[in-house]
């Protein structure tokens, strides 16, 4: 897995999801979890581990979080994601105790996202309006009709049929699939 990787398919949708989330709802609320110490590095929902307060819990989840080798800032980011979580649950808004500088919600004229990280804060993403890699993958994201994962199934279906065209028996109707 890359940085390209995880920008197409994480990044650029995510963002562009709550551009358009942004238009039509009360408040949108993006955070970007950025720590890295973990044996993955900063993985899709390895903070969710923190949010279960499991990070502490056996060598594998110190490991993947990187509880290891900096406990007291994961520490301190389990009390930010917790506070945050627990918040939206309860009022709409993830501006709660450890998560107060979480102070503004994500609009098209301001996308603020909240980045947790050894420093948590709220920085102002400008992708959506540069020419960064991030902002060219959220407009190619954008251009497509239907969500990215809905790409997918008409694509392994066709290279599906094809395999099995190809691997037809000559003279018997049986198909032979090497799937």
């Known amino acids: 897995w890359n940085q390209f990787r995880t920008l197409a398919v994480c990044t650029a949708p995510a963002r562009l999801g709550a551009a ?5 709802a009360e408040s949108v609320w993006v955070y970007e979890y950025g720590f890295d110490s973990g044996a993955l590095g900063a993985c899709h929902a390895v903070e969710l581990v923190l949010v279960a307060g499991l990070h502490r819990h056996s060598w ?6 990187g509880s290891r080798h900096e406990p007291e800032v994961v520490d301190r980011l389990a009390d930010v994601l917790v506070s945050s979580f ?4 309860k009022t709409g808004s993830p501006r709660h105790g450890a998560a107060r500088d ?3 919600p994500y609009t098209s004229e301001h996308p603020r996202v909240f980045r947790i990280d050894r420093k948590c804060e709220l920085v102002y ?3 959506l309006h540069e020419q960064s890699a991030l902002g ?7 251009s ?12 392994t279906q066709a ?3 094809s395999v099995l065209e190809r691997d037809q028996l000559p003279g018997s109707g049986d198909m032979v699939s090497k799937l």
Request: hydrophobic fraction near 50%; glycine fraction near 6%; charged fraction near 15%.
């Open 20 to 24: 358009v989330l942004a238009e039509n």
């Open 60 to 65: 594998f989840t110190r490991a993947l979080t």
């Open 86 to 89: 627990t918040g939206f649950a």
């Open 102 to 104: 979480w102070c503004a």
């Open 125 to 127: 993403d400008q992708s």
């Open 136 to 142: 060219m993958a959220i407009r190619l994201v954008g």
């Open 144 to 155: 497509r009709q239907r969500p990215i994962g809905l790409v997918l199934r008409p694509i």
């Open 159 to 161: 290279l599906s049929q």
